[in-house]
């Protein structure tokens, strides 16, 4: 169990340009997770996949936003045009499946100047 | 849609003692699952522990337990013999029995003392 791992850590981008995040979630957990945290406050959901199927997307997700997971292993989050406000911590994490506990990567944190 | 309200922004607590964390909840779902997460300062979040709505026994974790109180939609967590490594962010979160995703509060942050 190697945990979720999540690249690259920080990203520090231009306005109006385009960034992808990787998550790797634990070998053959099924379900994964996307979430964004900003400064002082808690994750809140963005998207969620089993296996390759995208189950879920929250009104957060912005036509800007795009996520995939091709082979239901690793997931991609994708912002296009970033604008100040994606600025925030995107956190990636997985589990077994629906009931079991979600384990969360370390972060890939995005700064917009 | 379901709300997660953690009323303290901070708490401190002298280490070896205890401390009481508060969380409420809003939801009209009986079935659900509800956390406390840890986050220590730029490290991930680890969960702590973990309620079953349907089970009315609180559920324990070594120094770590809660008092679940379903009617009045509370859930707090108590951290018994504070160490200097329980210092981090807490989270309360909620879990649909039928969704995946979790629900965070804003979290506490709980600073203990030498």
């Known amino acids: 169990d190697t945990g979720v791992s999540q690249n690259p850590r920080h990203k520090i981008t231009k306005r109006g340009q385009n960034v992808t995040f990787r998550c790797d979630p634990i070998?053959?957990?099924?379900?994964l997770y996307w979430y964004r945290q900003t400064l002082g406050q808690g994750p809140e959901f963005l998207t969620y996949?089993?296996?390759?199927?995208?189950?879920?997307k929250s009104r957060l997700l912005s036509d800007r936003f795009s996520a995939e997971r091709p082979k239901g292993s690793f997931s991609t989050l994708e912002i296009q045009r970033t604008e100040q406000g994606d600025s925030a911590m995107y956190l990636c994490?997985?589990?077994?499946?629906?009931?079991?506990?979600?384990?969360f990567g370390d972060g890939t944190r995005l700064s917009i100047l | 849609a379901q709300t997660v309200t953690q009323s303290q922004p901070e708490m401190s607590v002298q280490e070896a003692e205890t401390v009481t964390l508060s969380c409420t909840y809003d939801?009209?779902?009986?079935?659900?699952?509800l956390f406390w997460y840890k986050q220590p300062p730029s490290r991930q979040m680890i969960l702590v522990i973990r309620?079953?709505?349907?089970?009315?026994q609180n559920a324990t974790e070594n120094r770590f337990s809660v008092n679940f109180q379903k009617a009045a939609k509370s859930f707090s967590l108590k951290i018994s013999d504070s160490q200097l490594g329980d210092a981090a962010m807490y989270f309360c979160?909620?879990?649909?029995?039928?969704?995946?995703?979790?629900?965070f509060g804003s979290g506490t942050q709980l600073t203990v003392l030498p």
């Open positions: 939801t009209s779902e009986s079935d659900y699952y």
């Open positions: 996949f089993q296996n390759e199927a995208q189950l879920e």
């Open positions: 070998s053959e957990h099924n379900r």
């Open positions: 994490a997985s589990s077994l499946d629906p009931d079991r506990p979600q384990h």
């Open positions: 979160a909620y879990r649909s029995a039928f969704w995946g995703q979790l629900t």
């Open positions: 309620q079953e709505a349907y089970k009315q």
